[in-house]
């Protein structure tokens, strides 16, 4: 069972290209799992030069 939801597509390029079935669900998955694990190391990554 899917529940449907109201999404703002300029959110990303990727949803966008979901939106405009320019990409399949599994590539949308895809995409949006490397965005999740991406910005997750963003705060673990190398420090400022403060």
Do not use: C, H, P, W
Not at 6 to 26: F, G, P, Y
Not at 28 to 48: D, N, V
């Amino acid at each position: 069972m899917k529940i449907q939801a109201q999404m703002n597509i300029r959110e990303s390029a990727i949803v966008t290209l979901a939106a405009r079935k320019q990409i399949n669900e599994a590539q949308l998955a895809a995409a949006t799992r490397f965005k999740a694990l991406y910005e997750s190391m963003s705060g673990a990554g190398a420090g400022s030069f403060d």
